[in-house]
Every structure is written in structure tokens, then in C-alpha cells.
């Protein structure tokens, strides 16, 4: 669907459309250049759907905020958007969340997976392209795939973590007001990739005790300065524990009260060092009073809000706007932390977000393993981003494919759409730009395949080489030296 129109296909539609230009990936294991069913190209809102699967791709943030096919979705009546984010250090670690999530009913629910750089978003599209892994997704439902950082192909996480960390913390924060801002009937629930659901997590915050609750969030102990509620964790030594929201699994029930604390949120989140959880947390102890007679840095005030099932729940007033904010935070025997510490810890858990104490992928993976989450077999989804099966190319071109033709015209649309998304994230004016002199560059490269079309190639911003098949032949019809940096002629 081009410009947020919805195009509904069946599953077989979907393994012969050859309606949109496809990215070609390289086989690690071979110098053959063979493809893979399908990169749309990144126009807003293009959809590709298979049995009990679909997914719609998007270029930016704002065309995912302003999609008519997002809004038709939510108008009917309110669903939940499941909010993540990955980058290429996580990307194995989210197919084995995936394995756990396609095996619930999301039939009320919107995968929303936010692509934290440009080289995760393409190994996410170009996976979810290909029917093999279309095969293994059904189940997972309605998928949106948003590239959070257009034009910038680095993780920053390993060029430098500290300014990744917070530059993403506040990116969760901008994106939830957003979304519930323009989207009144979306809950939205953020959830960690390595939080796996053991069981369908609706259990949680639709529970009776928990439908009031603006916020259904998973219990955490940081920021010990800005608690919610106090207890005595060790009656003989008297230690209190601190008990806070913790993101790496929490749902925000879409409410006009909600929509006052996001923009609170936003506005403080600055003075609590760009990070989300200090801020939701610090917020509510600092700026709101809480609707009893005890104060949240009481000892004994988890005991006056604590449920049978050892959930906390607690309610705020703001002090400047009248509003009011409900909390209910769940126990560690439903969304689980420290999944070793006891046993039997796992068996009634819910949600396993177990804690490693080094928070990179492999660790992950390696307490996945440990306390047998892994999913394996031929439907298993935890290698579909590292190591796609390659399907017979099929290159949506007026020339035949495969030949010399094809292969510039799909290079050419690469290089034209890389270059498209940077001067829109450079200039405001971007999309009068494309507007006004796309269709004059489209027919001068059509037009002929000689020295016009090669200079229009070298206007544009070859990728650097590596990263796909394409790339390689857009470098190479353009002059650029075949590996490199980004070759950037005029």
C-alpha cells in the first residue's frame, strides 16, 4: 500500500507481489550476489500481509504518527500497541521474543517494533520480506516497522553507549505521548526484548484489581532516592526495600490523565539525567501526593496497598494540574527478575525478565538457554536476522530479471530512496523537495543509461558497501570503489 493505502493479500499474494523494488542481500557463505524476497521499497506505510501476519514499514516516526491505515486499526474500538525496540546487538535475542509472543492472541494487540538504526531496520524488513519467514510469523499479527533513526547506519550503542542509553530513554518517553496523544484508543505496552511472556501478559493488566490502573508496570527497586512504596525487607537487620516502576515491562492504559503525566514527563526528564525510569518515578514522588494518609517513603506503606497476590497499587494527585494517576505494580512472582534465586521462581511466572549482569545480547541468550526459553526448530525465529534463507531473486523492473538493466534500476531506486530519507531528515522541507523534482529525476534515469544516469547516481549517497548486494552495484554504476565509506560525488 503506497501512502498509508492498505493492500490485503493472501498468502500467496504475498510470495509472487512483485509490485515494490527489493534490496538484495550478500550470502555470507558464498560470493554469489542472490536475493531474498523482499525490502519494500521505504515508502510510508507500505504493507505486506500473510496468514495471521502483516507488517507495515516506516521510513520515519512522523509517517508511522500521521498513517491512515494505523488510525482505521485503532478507531473501532481500543487495542493495545506492543512498543520495542531493537538494534543488531539484540536482533537474536527479539527472535526468541518473538517465539513466545506469536504463540498468544494478538488479535487485540499491534506489534510496534522501533528500529533503534538504519542497519537493524534493514535486517528486520528484509527478514520479514521473505515468505519463509512470513511462514514462521503467523501468529504475531499486525506488525508495524518504524526506523527510529533515518540516515544513520551505526548502532550507537557500541560507538557509545552512555549517549545511546539516553538518547533512547527519551525517545520511549517522546514516542508514548505521541502515540497516545493521536491515537486515543491505543494503550500502549513497552516491553524489553529480553522480557519474555511465558504467558499471555493480558492476564496482568486486565485483571479486575488492575482495569482502573493508568499504569500496569513490572517492579523494580531503582531509583532507590524515589520509591512508590517502602518495605521491610529483612526484619532482623531492618533493611527497607525500595519498590518503583521498572520499563522493562509496563502497560499505560490511554486515558486524559495519562496524557497530563507523559507531558510532565517530558518536561522533567531533562533534570533526572535523560532517563525514563528515574523520571516516572521521581515524578510521581516529587510532584504528586498520594491519595492516603501514608507518604511513599514510609516504611510501612506497602503494607496498606499490597494485594493478595502481592501486587502494589497506589494512587497520586498532581499538585499543579488536577489529575489523577493510578499505579498498580506487579509482584516478582509475575514478572520475574531474578528468574535463579528461587526455585520454582519460573513457574508461575508470567513474564521472565531476567536479570544478567552484563546487558548485551549474548548474556541474554545465554540465560535464554539456561533457563530454557530457547525455542528450537524449523519455525523457530531466533536466526531469521543474522542468517536469512535466500529465496530465487525477484526484482520488480520493466527490464528482465536478472539482467544488467534490472539490476540498475534496482540500485538506482536504493541510492534514490537513501537519498530521500536524508534530506527529510535534514530539512523540514523534505517532502516538497521530493515532491516537486522526484518525478523529473525518476524520467532522467529513464530516459537513458549513459552519463546523466551516472551523474544522477553520483549526487546521491552510495551506502557504504557491505551491507547488501546492492550496494555493491549502486557503488559500482556510480564509479565508487566497490568497499569503503559512503561515496558522496557530485
Do not use: W
Given at each position: 500500500g503506497l501512502n498509508g493505502h492498505s493492500v490485503l493479500q493472501t498468502e500467496d499474494d504475498a510470495a509472487l507481489d512483485t509490485q515494490s523494488s527489493l534490496q538484495l542481500l550478500e550470502d555470507p557463505k558464498s560470493t554469489d550476489l542472490r536475493s531474498e524476497f523482499g525490502k519494500f521499497q521505504q515508502s510510508p506505510g507500505l504493507v505486506s500481509?500473510?496468514?495471521?501476519?502483516?507488517?507495515?514499514?516506516?521510513?520515519?516516526?512522523?509517517?508511522?504518527?500521521?498513517?491512515?491505515?494505523?488510525i482505521e486499526m485503532s478507531a473501532q474500538h481500543p487495542k493495545d500497541l506492543v512498543v520495542i525496540f531493537v538494534d543488531t546487538t539484540y536482533l537474536e535475542t527479539f527472535g526468541v521474543w518473538l517465539d513466545h509472543y506469536k504463540h498468544?492472541?494478538?488479535?487485540?494487540?499491534?506489534?510496534?517494533?522501533?528500529?533503534?538504526?538504519?542497519?537493524?531496520?534493514?535486517?528486520?524488513?528484509?527478514?520479514?520480506?521473505?515468505?519463509?519467514t512470513q511462514a514462521k510469523l503467523r501468529g504475531v499479527g499486525e506488525t508495524l516497522l518504524v526506523n527510529l533513526n533515518p540516515g544513520k547506519g551505526k548502532d550507537m550503542r557500541n560507538a557509545d553507549p552512555d549517549r545511546f542509553l539516553n538518547k533512547l530513554w527519551v525517545l520511549r518517553l517522546h514516542i508514548m505521548q505521541r502515540i497516545i496523544n493521536t491515537f486515543p484508543n491505543l494503550n500502549v505496552l513497552y516491553t524489553d526484548a529480553d522480557a519474555i511472556w511465558l504467558k499471555d501478559p493480558v492476564q496482568l493488566y486486565n485483571h479486575p484489581q488492575h482495569q482502573s490502573s493508568n499504569i500496569v508496570a513490572s517492579r523494580g527497586t531503582y531509583p532507590e532516592w524515589c520509591p512508590l512504596a517502602m518495605e521491610l525487607h529483612d526484619d532482623e537487620k531492618m533493611h527497607l526495600n525500595t519498590v518503583t516502576i521498572c520499563f522493562g515491562f509496563t502497560y499505560f492504559r490511554n486515558s486524559p490523565d495519562l496524557h497530563q503525566l507523559a507531558q510532565n514527563l517530558q518536561n522533567a526528564v531533562a533534570?533526572?539525567?535523560?532517563?525514563?525510569?528515574?523520571?516516572?518515578?521521581?515524578?510521581?514522588?516529587?510532584?504528586?501526593?498520594?491519595?492516603?494518609?501514608?507518604?511513599?517513603?514510609?516504611?510501612?506503606?506497602?503494607?496498606?496497598?499490597?494485594?493478595?497476590?502481592?501486587?502494589?497499587?497506589?494512587?497520586?494527585?498532581?499538585?499543579?494540574?488536577?489529575?489523577?494517576i493510578k499505579v498498580s505494580i506487579l509482584p516478582y512472582e509475575q514478572v520475574t527478575r531474578r528468574c535463579g534465586r528461587d526455585e520454582g521462581m519460573l513457574e508461575n511466572s508470567v513474564v521472565a525478565h531476567c536479570y544478567t549482569d552484563l546487558k548485551e545480547g549474548q548474556s541474554k541468550l545465554n540465560a535464554f538457554d539456561h533457563f530454557g526459553f530457547l525455542i528450537e526448530g524449523q519455525n523457530s525465529l531466533r536466526h531469521v536476522f543474522d542468517n536469512p534463507e535466500l529465496d530465487t531473486p525477484i526484482i520488480a523492473s520493466s527490464s528482465a530479471p536478472g539482467t544488467r538493466a534490472s539490476w540498475e534500476e534496482a540500485a538506482y531506486s536504493l541510492s534514490l530512496d537513501r537519498f530521500w530519507r536524508h534530506i527529510k531528515a535534514a530539512t523540514p522541507e523534505g517532502d516538497s523537495i521530493e515532491n516537486s523534482y522526484y518525478p523529473d529525476l525518476k524520467a532522467q534515469h529513464q530516459s537513458t543509461i549513459g552519463l546523466r544516469s551516472t551523474r544522477l547516481l553520483n549526487s546521491v549517497r552510495i551506502p557504504k558497501s557491505g551491507s547488501s548486494a546492492l550496494s555493491v552495484t549502486a557503488r559500482a554504476l556510480s564509479g565508487c570503489h566497490p568497499d569503503g565509506y559512503p561515496c558522496c560525488k557530485f
Open positions: 500481509s500473510s496468514s495471521s501476519f502483516s507488517f507495515t514499514m516506516f521510513p520515519t516516526v512522523d509517517e508511522m504518527i500521521v498513517n491512515q491505515r494505523l498468544h492472541d494478538n488479535s487485540e494487540r499491534i506489534l510496534s517494533i522501533f528500529a533503534i538504526s538504519e542497519i537493524a531496520y534493514d535486517k528486520v524488513s528484509a527478514a520479514f520480506s521473505s515468505p519463509t533534570r533526572y539525567r535523560n532517563d525514563d525510569q528515574i523520571a516516572i518515578n521521581c515524578v510521581l514522588n516529587l510532584q504528586y501526593d498520594s491519595n492516603d494518609d501514608l507518604h511513599m517513603n514510609d516504611p510501612s506503606s506497602i503494607a496498606a496497598f499490597t494485594q493478595p497476590d502481592k501486587s502494589v497499587i497506589r494512587s497520586f494527585f498532581g499538585k499543579v494540574i488536577a489529575h489523577n
